[in-house]
Every structure is written in structure tokens, then in C-alpha cells.
């Protein structure tokens, strides 16, 4: 009798082998997703500012599923709007250089109880909740305006970090942990 795991198709061994990378590299991967999904909305202003209108147009409209892109709400680059908010833009940003910095200490950072994550995640609850019940119901609770620099900007940008530090402290050392024991990592 023949063994069976030698006898898989090619392509077969190729996913498994693609798998396995990504699981022994899931800081490396996760990091290369975030730059990549927080980095092309800056790539939309760059496109339309050089002449190339269609791709920064393309780009703004997949991220327009994504998030609202209300202009006073987001960032402009040589005159044309980033494709997220300036929340996206705190979140993405501090969870890409966290994960850097995770990949130097990851050893030293130990799982933060879940309940610490969602403690940090309460302040973006509050501060989201509130703008999507004023601008919804038009209530005029959040006056103040939204310009770079006002409280509203800052709740906005400091709950974007709070949320990459909750991310960073509950969930990427339970990854380390998991995707770094023995059993994870099967031999194929």
C-alpha cells in the first residue's frame, strides 16, 4: 500500500506549502495586508494629481464600500481626497507600525485579556456611535465641525489608535502563540 500524502497533485502540495509559509510568516503577511489596505486610498490623490484620473478614480470607488469618505472627514493630498476617513487613516497607520514594532518584541508582549481590548475598543464604540446617530437623525450634537484639528478630528484620530493598540494587544500575540506552536506547523 501506497503512502496517500505522496501521492497528492502537484497543486495540492503548492497550497499546502503556500499555507505553511503564510502561517510560519503571519506577522510578515498581516503586515504586507495592512500597508497594502491602508496604503492604496493614499495612492487615489497620487493617480488623479499625475494625470491619471481612471485609476484614482477606480481606487476611491472600491474603498468607497468600505468607509462613508465624507470630505471633512478625511485627508487631501495635492488637492484630492485620500479614499478613508481620518479614523482608517489613524487605524491602519499605528496598526502597521505596532505590527513593525511587534515583530522586534514579540517575544516580551504577552495576550492582554480580551476584555482589556474591549475597553479600548469602547471609546471608537462611543465616538462612532454618536456621529452616525447625528449625522442619521441630523441631530446637531456634534457641532464643533470636523476640521483637522477640532475635537471632533482628534476623538476620530485617537480612537483609530486605540483600536490598532486593542488589535495589538489581544489579538496578535494569540496569533503568535497559535500559529508558532509545534502542531501548527505540521511537515508536509
Do not use: K
Amino acid at each position: 500500500m501506497s503512502d496517500t500524502t505522496t501521492m497528492r497533485p502537484g497543486w495540492e502540495r503548492g497550497l499546502n506549502n503556500a499555507a505553511r509559509w503564510v502561517l510560519r510568516h503571519w506577522l510578515l503577511f498581516a503586515n504586507g495586508m495592512v500597508l497594502l489596505y491602508g496604503g492604496l486610498p493614499w495612492l487615489s490623490p497620487l493617480a488623479r494629481a499625475t494625470g491619471h484620473q481612471r485609476l484614482g478614480q477606480a481606487l476611491f470607488m472600491v474603498y468607497t464600500l468600505l468607509c462613508h469618505q465624507r470630505p471633512e472627514r478625511s485627508f487631501f493630498l495635492m488637492g484630492y481626497q485620500v479614499a478613508f476617513c481620518h479614523r482608517e487613516t489613524a487605524m491602519y497607520t499605528t496598526l502597521f507600525v505596532l505590527g513593525l514594532a511587534f515583530g522586534l518584541l514579540r517575544r516580551r508582549i504577552a495576550g492582554a485579556p480580551l476584555w482589556i481590548g474591549g475597553v479600548l475598543l469602547l471609546p471608537m464604540l462611543l465616538d462612532g456611535g454618536t456621529h452616525l446617530i447625528d449625522d442619521a437623525l441630523g441631530l446637531g450634537l456634534r457641532g464643533g465641525g470636523d476640521m483637522i484639528g477640532s475635537l471632533n478630528f482628534w476623538l476620530r484620530m485617537v480612537t483609530g489608535v486605540l483600536f490598532a493598540l486593542a488589535v495589538l494587544l489581544t489579538i496578535y500575540p494569540r496569533l503568535e502563540h497559535d500559529l508558532r506552536t509545534p502542531e501548527t506547523l505540521i511537515a508536509a
